[in-house]
């Protein structure tokens, strides 16, 4: 007992530590010359260095951190990709192989299985293969399952297919954020990782535009292209310099951070900052799911955990995954909803992108969560005026407005923000354990809602909205009182002060 009281009594003086130094760089905008002298950097050096910086001495972004964070993100297009396949290839598939409505509704649904089995390996992997070579391992995955596709004759191989492809994403959705996480600075950090959403945006507004005009296999054939251009560019950038100074790799460490801000720019801080935290996290040691439930680590991990949940339980997967035929179902043309979703959701992806930073991360997810269940519960109003048939010419109306304002307000929050959280708030040594967890939990649900979506919606489509909308209600008052606001703080910041708030 002694021995733990002091092991936990060191911990607490490291992270105290920790904070008063995270803290004080934070506040120092005009370090004296002397300061810059103990890094070896003359008084001229430092006003050169200065203008790589903005007026609170953060780094500035800088053109290869800007194409890295493109590349990175091309992985989140292949997502958008899968995503909305099952969507628009549904009327194709199941007329050419007659599939039933439950064959159908496990090839949509057995991604989202996929996505559970790879978020299960999602942090030990990236752990041990590191983020790049990791994402290399996802592509492999995602272009053999379109293959698979592509070439199917039966449900087998079509199932085959979408779970080798929702292996390669569901790895995907926990290592792109991260990455990002790790190389943006982070003034600019929930911006960047939101571009994660905006990616995933282009692929499914491709796939529900040209879906509308080409055959399901040859769809399955423009889902490769993008994971062979993504496997080209990966080779040209640098592995994330946290995950390099957790393996002692301090050499590379400063190597990546400087191609990352610049051949001109004064790196030390934020290096030394970052061994800081690696060297407390190595102390601490690698965190296993059993120690993952300690005291110390609950908080985040309630965020996380119920992020997802929420996320998912208010209905999401399934309103993407088949949204063309809740326009069917209210009488709208489905060909007609797709495109007009598909030409909006870049745009608004790029509000996201845009705001995030500026109006902070729980403004933002409120927001969306009210827009999404105001707009459930108008599609639960309209398929009840329907069933009763009580003003029948206007429940196409409110379908299509419903369904568009639903994907919109999911999109300008809920769709990324809880990623940009998890890849936020989880110290290094718990990451892989509470990634993997957080990861899983969001596939779990997410698999539970596609595969008894169709089967929801035969029951009583109006009490299904109803139920989505009650969640999105519950998750505005979950974001009030749980979820901090991090924006504008480092990561090393935002964990030690999650850390320090339960003791």
């Excluded at 507004?205 to 005009?213: A, M, Q, R, T, V």
């Excluded at 994971?227 to 640098?238: A, G, K, M, N, S």
Aim: with cysteine; net charge neutral.
């Amino acid at each position: 007992m002694e021995r733990q009281k002091s092991i936990m009594e060191r911990q607490k003086s490291m992270e105290s530590g920790l904070l008063r130094k995270s803290l004080s760089i934070r506040e120092r905008k005009h370090p004296n010359e002397d300061g810059y002298l103990e890094t070896g950097l003359s008084s001229k050096r430092h006003k050169e260095v200065k203008k790589h910086h903005n007026e609170d001495g953060e780094c500035c972004v800088t053109t290869s951190v800007c194409l890295i964070t493109f590349i990175v993100v091309t992985g989140s297009f292949c997502v958008g990709c899968g995503t909305g396949y099952s969507s628009v290839a549904q009327h194709g598939i199941v007329s050419d192989l007659s599939l039933s409505v439950a064959e159908y509704s496990m090839f949509g649904s057995i991604m989202t299985l996929g996505g559970l089995i790879g978020a299960v390996f999602s942090g030990k992997i990236s752990d041990v293969l590191g983020r790049k070579r990791t994402m290399f391992l996802c592509e492999a995955f995602c272009a053999t399952g379109w293959l698979c596709i592509a070439l199917a004759k039966d449900a087998l191989w079509l199932d085959c297919g979408r779970f080798l492809l929702g292996i390669g994403v569901g790895i995907f959705s926990y290592v792109i954020p991260v990455y990002i996480a790790e190389i943006a600075p982070k003034h600019v950090r929930g911006s960047f990782v939101f571009a994660n959403q905006l990616m995933q945006n282009f692929g499914l507004s491709l796939f529900f535009i040209i879906g509308n005009f080409i055959s399901w296999r040859f769809l399955s054939i423009v889902g490769m292209v993008p994971c062979v251009l993504h496997v080209v560019c990966l080779f040209f950038i640098p592995e994330s310099p946290r995950w390099l100074a957790k393996f002692g790799r301090d050499k590379e460490c400063r190597a990546s951070l400087q191609q990352l801000r610049g051949h001109d720019v004064d790196i030390s801080q934020e290096a030394n900052a970052i061994k800081d935290t690696m060297d407390f996290s190595q102390q601490i040691g690698e965190t296993g799911f059993v120690e993952l439930f300690q005291r110390r680590y609950v908080f985040p991990l309630i965020i996380g955990v119920g992020l997802m949940l929420l996320q998912q339980l208010s209905g999401s997967a399934g309103v993407i995954y088949y949204a063309s035929s809740l326009y069917e179902r209210g009488g709208f043309p489905s060909a007609i909803g797709t495109s007009v979703m598909a030409t909006i959701m870049v745009p608004k992806a790029m509000i996201g992108t845009i705001i995030v930073d500026k109006m902070g991360r729980r403004t933002l997810l409120m927001a969306s969560c009210a827009g999404m269940g105001l707009f459930a519960l108008l599609l639960s109003v309209s398929y009840s005026l329907q069933s009763f048939d009580i003003l029948p010419e206007l429940t196409p109306l409110f379908t299509f407005i419903s369904v568009l304002g639903y994907i919109i307000s999911y999109a300008l929050g809920m769709g990324g923000l809880p990623w940009i959280i998890m890849a936020e708030i989880f110290p290094m040594n718990v990451k892989v354990s509470a990634g993997t967890l957080v990861t899983v939990t969001n596939w779990a649900c997410g698999w539970i809602i596609t595969f008894t979506f169709n089967i929801l919606m035969q029951w009583n489509a109006s009490g299904t909205f109803l139920i989505f909308s009650s969640v999105s209600a519950v998750s505005i008052v979950f974001i009030y009182f749980i979820v901090p606001e991090t924006k504008g703080r480092s990561l090393e910041e935002i964990q030690t002060l999650l850390s320090n708030s339960v003791h």
